[in-house]
């Protein structure tokens, strides 16, 4: 079975802090990996995806990818209410599946 | 922006009913994907479709589904008789390539409530 494990939170991080998610998965050869968040009632909207080990940056989101270790993150910085939500993650474990974790829920403290 | 849009957004229907959930991905993706969420559960995927015919499917999509391109635009999941435990978000996704290569674009959900 393979798995994608991810902190279920609640996750509380002050206003302007620096919110770190974290994922670990279990298929060694799985290639793509991407966050999504999810808003309570809506559907997952992709934030980031990385390939490549090391870090990948877009604006205030920071994906980070360690394959060895089979971890993957997801950096927030100057954290904004709005951040609060679900953060999903998500890894392509066959040609088109994406397994999802439980997500992280992240609350955002003003 | 291009988006996938699903109809409709709340479906209501009695246990064995059949029920057609309808998609349209955004024009130029050529892989679709129907996942579903149950409540305070993980998305899970049920099925891919690419070239007009299934490319993956998991094990919760057995002989009750079927999905189907009628034409140029819509993508649709069936359920033929449906069961209380098939209550569920369920979304409809695409993309340009597979996902080992690239993203994929959720839709807003069709919320399925079986009573």
């Known amino acids: 079975q393979k798995e994608v494990e991810q902190n279920s939170g609640p996750l509380s991080v002050p206003e302007g802090a620096i919110a770190s998610l974290n994922c670990t998965y279990s298929d060694r050869g799985s290639q793509s990996f991407f966050w999504y968040r999810q808003y309570s009632g809506k559907s997952p909207e992709l934030i980031m995806f990385i390939y490549s080990n090391g870090d990948k940056e877009d604006g205030r989101f920071t994906a980070q990818l360690n394959k060895a270790s089979q971890y993957v993150s997801l950096l927030i910085r100057d954290s904004q209410p709005s951040d609060s939500a679900t953060y999903l993650c998500?890894?392509?474990?066959?040609?088109?599946?994406?397994?999802f974790g439980t997500g992280t829920r992240l609350t955002i403290i003003p | 922006e291009p988006e996938v849009t699903q109809t409709p957004s709340h479906q209501v229907t009695q246990m064995g009913q059949e029920v057609i959930l309808r998609c349209v991905p955004i024009?130029?993706?050529?892989?679709f994907y129907w996942y579903r969420q149950i409540l305070g559960q993980k998305v899970e995927f049920l099925v891919s479709f690419y070239n007009n015919e299934i490319s993956e499917k998991s094990e919760i999509f057995d002989d009750q589904f079927s999905v189907e391109r009628p034409d140029g635009s819509n993508f649709t999941l069936k359920i033929r008789s449906t069961k209380l435990e098939d209550s569920a978000m369920y979304f409809c996704a695409s993309s340009i390539q597979r996902t080992e290569n690239t993203e994929a674009f959720f839709g807003q959900g069709t919320r399925l409530t079986v009573v």
């Open positions: 998500a890894v392509n474990t066959g040609n088109e599946k994406l397994t």
């Open positions: 024009s130029n993706h050529l892989y």
